[in-house]
Each structure stands twice: as C-alpha cells, then as structure tokens.
C-alpha cells in the first residue's frame, strides 16, 4: 500500500474548464476552476453567482452577478460540477397543480 493519501475527489481533470460550485447556504456560482488543495479550497476565475429569490431563499432566479476571481473555502464546498455535458430538466416528483 503506498503512503501517498488518496482522495475521493480527483478534481484534476477539471482545472481550466468551467464548473458549478453549491456552496453552503444557498449560494451557487459558476466559473472556471484554477486550482484547488487538499482542503478543497477552489479558486475560479471569471465566476458567476445566481442570485437567490427574496421571497423564497432556497430558490436561485436568472439574475446573475459577476464576482471574478475568487477562492470558495473548502468547509462552504457542498458540490462541484462540471458545466459541460450537464443539463436542467423539471423536478419529475413535483406534484402539479390541482392534484
């Protein structure tokens, strides 16, 4: 068995393409990954963050603001997507109105 500490998240293979990050408390952003450590610290370049609608948090509209170049702490880290091959579809467990 070698020393060397395997981790469960290879994020290798994503630096220089763009990723989604949902960061604790709601917050989502996109941008390019730059780099990351061991903590899963990440920085992003060109990022953006969806904001959240003021009557129901939990909720991301289309409204956008840039933020540029940031670093996400690695403890805020819920998930990391890639942006490329990934698509929205409707919730298919949302009951329809009137039911």
């Known amino acids: 068995m070698s020393g060397r500490k395997e981790t469960v998240l290879d994020l290798a293979k994503f630096v220089d393409k763009g990723v989604q990050v949902k960061l604790t408390g709601g917050r989502q952003v996109t941008g390019t990954l730059k780099g990351y450590d061991q903590l899963l610290n990440l920085v992003l370049d060109e990022a953006i963050e969806f904001l959240r609608d003021p009557d129901d948090p939990l909720k991301t509209t289309d409204q956008t603001r840039r933020?540029?170049?940031?670093?996400?702490?690695?403890?805020?880290v819920m998930l990391v997507s890639p942006t490329d091959?990934?698509?929205e579809i409707a919730n298919p467990f949302v009951q329809p109105d009137g039911a």
């Open 67 to 76: 933020l540029g170049l940031i670093v996400c702490r690695g403890t805020a």
């Open 85 to 87: 091959g990934t698509d």
